[in-house]
Structures are given as structure tokens and as C-alpha cells.
């Protein structure tokens, strides 16, 4: 088999899995059938992993694969590239889709139509990690997006196939402007390519002026709809909070990061693109800090979690822009990015560990509201859970997202606080950090002994058991968070390493992990957060957050987002873009 072929499996290998699924569905029935799903789910799921582990020692020497479908010439043929920024999305993607399947497989939703759809998902994800020509972006967000609506409706809650529609609705939408930003671009240029287009921009007067500006506009703004940044946010929270748990474990983790990094493909060589960058990095940065806030006024657990997903890709987002901004391939923009992608992974790995135990506990006390939940660690052993693995989990989770050293959200927070010192993005960052703290003091007390003549709806597990593939699932995703943090230095490099910069060890973001001076921010971000939980807790605290959690919300909201992040941006580029005197 040739290079390309292999490197194409993490694409095809899930369509062959999902077509087996499929087949068990259609054809077969009983022990045969489940043979031939999970046999499916092995080929999309297992086996590329071989293949991941067979390219790296070709990335890691800095080399990339330009791989052309169909045996085109690169002009006209569906173009992929299999490097390294494809190499560490694809490993993001499966991680957590590997880890979500498992617990899928003990809590559900379970059978070969789910199988399939989610093979499919996860092959347009590699897909999306590795296309480098526009049309195809457009297929693979769209098989990415039709497969995330199904899953999302999946669970079948109140509320769920309403959440789904509307997801469909705003991302049908912005697909239509991504349409209209791409014939724009290919209007001028005649190419698909990304760097076709920007050779031929460049090959224009004023490098395609104004149109070339909107059309880049309106495909920026699309993909930024999909990675839910400020003020493009408002579909996810009840995508997030109405899908499966091991849905929203995707979702969260890894589906509005892959089109980021896919996007960061485009804005590399586009010379519009830095300023695009860095307008994005602005907004991530007020995205980590308002989502946050909204984050901090939930009652329902799951929706709490949404946001914070929202206020952690703000994070990623802030970095990323400055990256670009600056030029990846520069000590700093490289530092940057290097600290983007490893939030990116260990927020998927922390967050999707959130939602798996946050949705295991809330199953089973059939309560989902933070003030009336109590005693859901005494439920959990009632459940059979001898050792409290859930507990245990969620503790590690919350304390990773919270920065707590040694887990792994300390060691991605140290290196986006060292890549972005002395910019006000990082003071945004700081200040969004001692609201996650807030945030899951509240979403702990869950767990907390029940007071007397206190409610105790976590009488509701009785005769509820707990699956060993969720606790296996649970498990294995806090020991990735634990080994992630102590690993951190040796991580940031390998990272490093594969987008292209130095392996050694001054390389390491940041260069002393557990310094004192680390210690000593994060031990500010906790008391701070401690302070914050109380000033919440008092009277008019609760009025205030009450009235962030009810302030009005729609599709004509997120329609007039929209039109404003669009046309913001617009302006922004066209007068980034005006010749000096102008």
C-alpha cells in the first residue's frame, strides 16, 4: 500500500466500519448482527490508529504528504494534506471519539444505526483536520454538521430534536454565506486550492481589493459560526446540553475545534489572513471571559458544561489568533500556536471526561439542576460504584479545568499564560480562569452529603447500576488528564515539534512548569475563585445570575449575530487592509 493510501485511513477506514454497521442493521439480526457492527466499529475506530502510529516518524521529520483524489492533477482534483497540525487534529479527534464510543457502548444511545452515523462523523473530522482546498471544506463540514444533527437528536429528551433543528438551521445559513465567500474567491482566482487562491490574489491589484475581502469575510465568519466564538456561540448550548453524554463529549471536545485548526489552513496563506487572525484572537479572548460569566448562572448541569465550552475555546481561540496574527512560522507565533493546540487537546480530554461523569451522576439521580442535587456521592455507591470512579473522575476533571496543578489544564493554561504574557488577552484569560473556579465549586456541591430535611432526589438510583464500559471510560480519560499534566513539558515539545519548530528542551512551554511563580498565579485564581462562589451565593448574587440566566434567546439572535460578527469583520479587514495615507 502507498503512503497516501495509509495516510487516507483515518478517512476511508470509518466509512468501511459505518458501511458494516449499516449492513448489520440491514441484513443481519441477533449475535451476528452485533459481530458484524462492532467488527465495523473496530475497522473505524481501531485500526487507524495503526495508521497515525506508521506516519509519525514522517512528521516528525518535518516532511507532509500532498495527497490528490481520484489521480487529478492538483489543479482540479479534491486535495488533502497530511502533515503534522493534520497528524495532532486527527489524533484529538479519535482520542475522544475512541474514549466516547466505550461509554456509549455501557450508558447508550447503542445500535448500528448510531454506530454508523458516529463513524461517519469521525471520518469527516479527519477529513476536515487534513482538506486543503475550499469546495471540499465545504463537503466536510457539511457530512460533519448532517451527522452531529442526527446524534444530537439521538437522545431524544424534550427539547432535543428542537436543539438539533436549530443547530441545522443557523448551520445551514452560514454555509449559504460560505458558498457565496467561496465563489467570490474562486471567481477571482479561478482555483479551489488554498494556495491557488492566494497566488492568485496576490496576482491581483491590492491583492483582490474589496470583494476578496468580503468573500474571505463570509467564509471566516461560517467556520467561526461552527467553533461557537463570540458572537457566533448561540446554537451550542443546547446542542451540547440535550445530546447524548458521549455526544456532547464530541461536540465539546472535539467538534468545534476541528474546523479552528482547518480554518488556520486557510489564513496561513491568504494575505488577509494574519489580520483575520488577530481579529479572531480578540474575540476569543472576550469569549473565555463572557462565556464564563454565563457558565457561573446555570442551574442545569449539563448546560453549565455547554458554556464552559463555549469560555474554553475562547481560550484556544485567543492564541491561535495571536499566532496567526504574528506568523506561525516565527519563535513567537509558533509558541503561540504550539499553546493553542495543546489546550485544544486537553480540554478535550477534561471536558469530555466532564460531561461522561456529570451525565452518569445526573442520569441517575434523574435531576439535573445544581441547587436542588445533593448527596450524588452516596447515590453513586448505592449504584454499586465500590470504588468511586465517577467521583473520583469528576474530581479530576473539575480540578484540571481549573488549573490545578498537576493535572493537565494547569499545564495548557501555563503555556497560553507564557505564550500571551504582557497582552491584555492574557489578563482576560486570568480573569475567565478564577470564573471556572466559581463555576465548579457550584457544580460540586452535587456531590456534597445532603443537609437535613433537605430534598434528596438521589433516592431515585435505586436498583440504577453503573456499566463497566462507562466506569472503564471515565477512568481512562482521568488518567490521560493526570499523565497529560505531569507530562507537559515533554508534550509541549512534541507539539512543537510536529508544527515545525525546536524539540529541545528550552523549547518547553512554559520552561519551568511548576515554577513558583506558576504556583503562585494559580493559587491566586483559586482564592479568587473561592471569593467570587460566595459573592454569588449571597442575595443579590443570585438576582444577578438569574437574570444572566434568563435574558432573552432565539434564532433571530443568533441570525443578528451573525450580520453583526460578519459585517465587523468586513470593516475590520478593509480598514487593516488600506494603503498607509488612505
Known amino acids: 500500500m502507498k503512503p497516501p493510501d495509509i495516510m487516507m485511513a483515518p478517512v476511508y477506514l470509518p466509512i468501511l466500519g459505518a458501511a458494516l454497521a449499516f449492513c448489520a442493521k440491514a441484513f443481519f439480526q441477533g449475535r451476528l448482527g452485533k459481530g458484524v457492527e462492532y467488527a465495523g466499529v473496530f475497522v473505524g475506530l481501531g485500526l487507524p490508529w495503526l495508521a497515525l502510529a506508521w506516519g509519525l516518524p514522517l512528521v516528525l521529520s518535518g516532511e507532509a504528504l500532498q495527497i490528490v483524489m481520484g489521480n487529478w492533477f492538483g489543479g482540479v482534483g479534491i486535495l488533502y494534506r497530511f502533515d503534522g497540525l493534520g497528524w495532532l487534529v486527527i489524533l484529538l479527534g479519535y482520542s475522544v471519539a475512541t474514549a466516547a464510543y466505550i461509554y456509549a457502548l455501557g ?33 466536510c463540514l457539511e457530512v460533519m454538521g448532517i451527522a452531529s444533527y442526527i446524534l444530537v437528536a439521538k437522545s431524544e429528551k424534550p427539547g432535543a430534536f428542537l436543539a438539533a433543528f436549530s443547530y441545522l438551521m443557523v448551520s445551514a445559513t452560514a454555509m449559504v454565506f460560505f458558498l457565496i465567500g467561496f465563489f467570490g474567491l474562486y471567481r477571482l482566482t479561478g482555483a479551489l486550492s488554498y494556495q491557488g487562491i492566494a497566488e492568485g490574489l496576490r496576482s491581483l491589484p491590492e491583492n483582490g481589493g474589496i470583494i476578496a475581502l468580503v468573500s474571505l469575510s463570509l467564509v471566516v465568519a461560517a467556520v467561526a459560526i461552527r467553533v461557537a466564538v463570540m458572537p457566533l456561540y448561540g446554537w451550542l448550548p443546547d446542542a451540547h446540553a440535550l445530546a447524548p453524554h458521549a ?62 465550552s463555549i469560555s474554553q475555546i475562547g481560550y484556544v481561540v485567543a492564541a491561535w489568533g495571536a499566532a496567526l496574527a504574528l506568523g506561525v512560522h516565527t519563535p513567537a507565533g509558533l509558541a503561540l500556536m504550539t499553546a493553542a493546540f495543546l489546550h485544544a487537546l486537553y480540554h478535550a480530554l477534561f471536558k469530555g471526561l466532564l460531561f461522561l461523569t456529570i451525565g452518569t451522576t445526573t442520569d441517575l439521580a434523574g435531576e439535573r439542576d445544581v441547587y436542588l442535587l445533593r448527596g450524588a456521592a452516596g447515590m453513586l455507591r448505592r449504584a454499586g460504584e465500590k470504588v468511586p470512579v465517577t467521583l ?78 462507562v466506569q472503564f471510560s471515565q477512568g481512562l ?88 460578527g460578519l459585517a465587523g469583520l468586513s470593516l475590520w479587514l478593509f480598514f487593516q487592509s488600506r494603503p498607509v495615507g488612505w
Open 247 to 308: 455526544i456532547s463529549a464530541v461536540l465539546s471536545g472535539v467538534l468545534i475545534k476541528t474546523p479552528l485548526f482547518a480554518l488556520s489552513r486557510i489564513l496561513m496563506v491568504l494575505p488577509a489572513g494574519p489580520e483575520a487572525g488577530r481579529l479572531m484572537g480578540y474575540a476569543g479572548a472576550v469569549t473565555a471571559l463572557a462565556g464564563v460569566t454565563i457558565a457561573l448562572a446555570q442551574k442545569d448541569t449539563k448546560r453549565l458544561l455547554a458554556y464552559h
Open 107 to 139: 450508558a447508550g444511545p447503542r445500535g448500528p444505526g448510531f454506530s454508523g452515523i458516529f463513524l461517519i462523523q469521525t471520518a469527516a473530522l479527519a477529513a476536515t483536520a487534513m482538506t486543503v482546498d475550499l469546495f471540499n471544506l465545504f463537503v
Open 392 to 469: 473520583v473522575s469528576f474530581i479530576m476533571g473539575a480540578l484540571a479545568i481549573s488549573a490545578i496543578p498537576p493535572l493537565n489544564g494547569y499545564a495548557s493554561k501555563a503555556a497560553l499564560s507564557y505564550a500571551l504574557k504582557g497582552t491584555w488577552q492574557d489578563g482576560f484569560l486570568f480573569l475567565a480562569g478564577i470564573g471556572t473556579t466559581a463555576s465548579f465549586i457550584k457544580l460540586s456541591r452535587i456531590y456534597w452529603p445532603v443537609r437535613k430535611r433537605a430534598p434528596a432526589p438521589a433516592e431515585s438510583a435505586a436498583g440504577k447500576t453503573i456499566h463497566p464500559a
Open 477 to 564: 480519560l482521568a488518567l490521560l488528564c493526570l499523565a497529560g499534566g505531569l507530562a507537559g513539558p515533554l508534550l509541549s515539545r512534541f507539539v512543537m515539534t510536529l508544527l515545525g519548530g525546536d524539540a529541545s528542551p528550552a523549547a518547553s512551554l512554559p520552561p519551568q512548569l511548576f515554577s513558583l511563580q506558576n504556583l503562585q498565579k494559580t493559587g491566586l485564581v483559586a482564592a479568587g475563585g473561592i471569593i467570587l462562589f460566595l459573592l454569588a451565593s449571597t442575595k443579590p448574587g443570585k438576582g444577578l445570575m438569574h437574570l444572566i440566566r434568563r435574558r432573552p434567546r432565539g434564532f433571530q439572535g443568533l441570525f443578528l449575530s451573525f450580520t453583526l
